[in-house]
């Protein structure tokens, strides 16, 4: 689908370790909150598993890749459940579930924004489409992960830090250097580590993105 | 698809008016439900697009239309997002989210009932399958505006007013008119008004729809 | 799709029969548990439907079976709106939504998660795809029903008994029997027995997935 040789194999070693990278992230981070809420082990495994798998099967639905991948490539879903293995056997006390999920689920954002954008882009979209689906399996994840349990989501939260710019920013700018052909496996991962920057520096930082002024001076808009 | 002439012009005229005024409804309501919630610019946008796309979204993964329309069609998120912005500059009071929200949701459920209707229709669906698709397309965007707030949907509160049964009847009688091959679409947009109307009178008059004798009655239902 | 003779008929016997059941199920345990939320007749009707249909949709989907089942074989709807029906005539009070909402989730429970296994299967899923893909039939309608109510789904609430352990065993014992083409429809029904056996019994006898130490020696997991 893509004419630049060796652009084909390049890439998609970036999108599978990416993605494994992502998948591994996004179950660290779903196994922490599970901890954290004190499910059992299939409590863990299941909210990993949803969390990690969500956002590409969103991905690949929307794109016609049926069946999706994660149910296809069975070793994503198992990378996913080793990881909340591993969680569960160490058994994190729950102050080791706080900045540990903050990192992951950056991991993940930054990198399933950038693969999501390149899978979506080598189905045929258009690259503003494959940005903007780029984005959606970014956030997807986190949103499946604290919906599930009953919180709402990040990207929702008042007051949160940057979460949805830096993923919807390393999604457009991998689109673009996709769509003027000079996009590299390696530039992808600099995008993604771009995102995982600005989302972790913003945490630590308090970045913020444009608030109304009555959020700004602190009062809360009440009647 | 439709072997009358003309009527594809016309209902694709419809389709993407209707659609497009659904989008800004339900995207205005989203905005206005965040900007309640103290979300900032961001989340604003965000819960807007979800608001807006989402049941279209769903409609076109059903009947295999993909990439959904919200993918291709980029103008749709761009109205989503413009919407948005507007009610960021704009900074309503809370007070003056209120019942602007319920109208918006009010237009965006008639919309979309009517307009995912005629779309699932012209994708070879039956008059009943049709309808049932048009509902859901009608109720999802409020429902994921809802779940991903972190409240219950609207059409699942107790006590809540008429919300389902009109967007019900609006894609049951859009249906029968495409199916007895009468649908017009100044017609489609008629029920559309009717299904806003139905339920914008249902909260300021308190219609309601059937309820068990113990609601009735202001008893809970209790052990 | 199916080799051996006579398997397609006798499946789809027990698939439609199986599915058939399964709706039922669902759809009276979403009607329960919407009484018990003192929801009106469109709530009670909504969420036994999108509870029964929405673990098939979702199968339907990653397998590309589009339009769903669920949008073309309006007795599937049909079943679940006349399920959700004679609750709101019966109008149980409180009491009574508790165990008949755990035996009925259960019910719906195993069937999807056997029936979920085999349409996978007949659709071109390997084994293990298919029972994954089952799993999330399964437990897919508890989820929806839960988090359309605001509650935490009952497969990630801390303590909870055997749900997704029993319908992923039941899943894969079926996806194994495909697979060594040794599968028959009563077999199948056995299956599903066991799931909702195992499931009921471990609410009845109080057995747990393994949890972490902290969990089980009663203490919460606090900083």
Same mark, same amino acid.
């Given at each position: ?12 070693? @970036?999108?599978?370790?990416?993605? $494994? ?10 196994? @922490?909150?599970?901890? %954290? ?21 969103? %991905? ?14 069975? !070793? ?8 909340? @293995?591993?969680?569960?056997? !160490?058994?994190?006390?729950? %102050? ?12 993940? $954002? ?34 499946? %992960? ?9 990207? $929702?939260?008042?007051?949160?830090? $940057? ?22 496996? !390696?530039?992808? @991962? ?34």
């Amino acid at each position: 689908m893509l004419a630049s040789p060796g652009f084909d194999d390049a890439a998609s070693v @970036l999108n599978v370790g990416g993605e $494994l990278l992502g998948v591994v992230a996004f179950a660290a981070s779903g196994a @922490l909150l599970s901890v %954290r809420r004190d499910l059992d082990i299939v409590g863990i495994v299941l909210l990993a598993a949803a969390t990690a798998l969500g956002g590409g099967i969103i %991905r690949d639905v929307m794109i016609g890749k049926i069946p999706p991948t994660a149910f296809t490539d069975l !070793w994503l879903f198992g990378a996913a459940v080793a990881t909340a @293995l591993v969680i569960f056997v !160490w058994q994190p006390p729950a %102050r080791l579930t706080r900045w540990p999920l903050d990192i992951t689920d950056a991991v993940g $954002l930054g990198m399933f924004a950038v693969t999501g954008t390149v899978t979506a882009y080598q189905h045929g979209l258009s690259a503003p489409s494959a940005a903007m689906l780029g984005l959606t399996t970014g956030v997807g994840g986190g949103i499946i %992960r604290d919906a599930l349990s009953g919180q709402v989501p990040v990207v $929702l939260r008042p007051n949160e830090y $940057l979460y949805a710019i830096p993923a919807a920013g390393g999604a457009a700018l991998t689109a673009g250097l996709l769509h003027f052909d000079v996009y590299r496996p !390696w530039i992808g @991962l600099l995008c993604a580590a771009a995102v995982i920057a600005v989302r972790i520096g913003s945490l630590k930082f308090g970045w913020h993105g444009p608030r109304p002024w009555y959020t700004v001076r602190g009062r809360k808009n009440e009647d």
